[in-house]
């Protein structure tokens, strides 16, 4: 059933609704025959990075040693039409500042809709417990040559309660196979997932319900990789803001979390608090096996309850690697809109643009573009804004509202022309990092517990002209608007022919 089309809203139901729109749309590729087994990830690396043109989803069948129909799913927000889409925003204006704009008006006004609980959905055509638990009855990846283990949790939401106060988070943490009735959870630290929510339970001594759900409706996913849904907010709230109607959710029946009802495969299970596994490696979103090397490390050990699934199931996949890998795209669009509403949420004025450069540097390199407005201004954005990404030393650059953010010639050449880099230049050390930061030496990360946490640097690159001399400024070697408004209307013919308009 597709929903009706409004504005605003999405105009799928859930996953299949969504990739048969995705299909139309002529960005779907089918392989036939691929092996789970380093294959699928490593055709799926090679078409995001070396590529032309529209990166496709990619969804995989008759995979050897699996029934014909259960499918795997590679890429589903891998385009900026497919984020759109997605987000029910205009699938027409998919230019990255566009998406930009859009996600960012769009999201300022999201409102909780509540889901809608239900006795039952079509993830409940198939129910496993007991002997017949089996994570490994889907073909899970093993997606790098160098990752120890299958990854049941690509791209998937964690499902956990706040035993405090019962509200109910969704985030996107990776799940690696154990064994068939055991997982291991890698949650770092400062994610909700992590010290906020099992840690709670951890130091109760009571086990943590759980729930994995594969394949959920795109925007829940969404939701559920993005840091801006605030500690407190349910995604699937939000989610069904998006939707323009409540998700449907049923009752889970070991947890008695709330299960995505047309999800592809939901697990529930259950985390005893001092069990741990060996954990990873596995390759990272920015391109190396960072976690500690190739070691491994003690994660928390997730016991499967029940395995849930449509039939002839679709098993969604994320093959992080060397960027531009399958999430690069959206979370530009995630984490841009992140780091806009922090700078507003501190009162800064005259933000009129970010845009987390994740394609190349796996969102470790942001811009900002401002409207100036007094002297100190930028510098007053980059520092506040370089503390957005809790992960790992990053560079955020504030740009004039001239330059485009997401244009990295454009960029550069205001990095160079307009920063005076004994002053505008920024080094501030002792910022939060953690474990997958790839700048740390090993042995460093070997040494360091939970007691002598890692830190790590931020650079921020003011390249703005400085106001103060503002009438003294050099002119800029540029067509002016007027011109090339009149310029587009005499020479149309020749300026679309060469893709300027
Ligand atoms: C494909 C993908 C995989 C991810 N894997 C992890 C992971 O293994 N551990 C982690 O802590 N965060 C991971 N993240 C980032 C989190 O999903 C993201 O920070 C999210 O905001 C966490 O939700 P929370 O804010 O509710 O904690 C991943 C993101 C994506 C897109």
């Known amino acids: 059933m597709t929903v009706k089309a409004s504005r605003g809203k999405t105009t799928f139901r859930d996953l299949r609704d969504f990739l048969q729109a995705v299909e139309g749309k002529g960005e779907l590729k089918q392989v036939k025959g691929a092996n789970w087994e380093v294959e699928m990830g490593s055709i799926v690396e090679l078409i995001y990075r ?189 989610g069904g803001f998006i939707k323009g109607e409540p998700l449907e959710v049923i009752k889970g029946q070991f947890t008695g979390l709330p299960l995505p009802a047309t999800a592809e495969v939901v697990v529930e299970g259950e985390v005893v608090p001092g069990e741990w596994v060996d954990e990873g490696p596995f390759g990272e979103w920015h391109g190396y096996y960072a976690n500690r090397g190739l070691l491994t490390v003690p994660e928390p050990v997730i016991h499967v309850k029940a395995i849930y699934h449509r039939t002839n199931p679709i098993f969604t996949c994320s093959m992080p690697a060397v960027p531009p890998h399958t999430f690069t795209l959206f979370l530009s669009v995630a984490d841009s809109v992140a780091i806009r509403r922090r700078l507003e949420n501190f009162g800064i004025p005259g933000i009129k643009g970010v845009w987390s450069h994740y394609t190349g540097s796996g969102g470790l390199f942001n811009v900002i573009s401002i409207q100036q407005m007094y002297s100190g201004h930028a510098k007053k954005v980059g520092v506040i804004a370089s503390q957005y990404p809790a992960e790992q030393g990053a560079y955020t650059v504030v740009v004039e509202d001239d330059i485009d953010p997401s244009n990295l010639e454009q960029v550069l050449w205001s990095m160079v022309t307009r920063c005076r880099l004994d002053r505008q230049v920024e080094i501030i050390t002792g910022c939060h990092t953690n474990n997958v930061n790839t700048a740390i030496p090993l042995s460093e990360k070997r040494s360091s517990g939970k007691a002598t946490p890692l830190t790590a640097a931020r650079i921020v690159v003011d390249a703005c002209r400085d106001i103060a001399w503002k009438e003294d400024w050099y002119p800029i070697a540029r067509i002016s608007p007027e011109l090339r408004a009149t310029l587009v209307e005499k020479w149309k013919g020749v300026l679309s022919e060469t893709g300027v308009v």
């Open 50 to 238: 070396e590529g032309q043109g529209t990166r496709p989803a990619v969804l995989f069948d008759e995979t050897p040693g699996y029934p014909k129909g259960f499918r795997n799913l590679f890429g589903t927000l891998g385009s900026t039409w497919r984020i759109a889409k997605a987000l029910g925003l205009n699938e027409d204006e998919v230019q990255p500042m566009q998406l930009h704009e859009n996600w960012y008006k769009k999201s300022r006004e999201i409102k909780g809709i509540p889901p809608r609980m239900v006795t039952t959905g079509p993830v409940m055509e198939n129910v496993l417990t007991g002997k017949q638990i089996d994570v490994l009855k889907f073909p899970v990846p093993r997606f790098h040559e160098l990752d120890k283990a299958r990854y049941f949790g690509t791209q998937h939401g964690v499902i956990q309660r706040d035993p405090d106060t019962g509200w109910v988070n969704v985030g996107t943490y990776r799940v690696m196979v154990v064994n068939q009735n055991t997982l291991a959870l890698h949650a770092v630290p400062g994610k909700h997932g992590n010290l906020l929510m099992y840690e709670k339970y951890f130091a109760r001594k009571k086990p943590m319900p759980i729930a994995i759900a594969v394949g959920m409706d795109p925007v829940l996913w969404y939701l559920s990789c993005q840091t801006d849904v605030p500690w407190g907010v349910s995604e699937f709230d939000a």
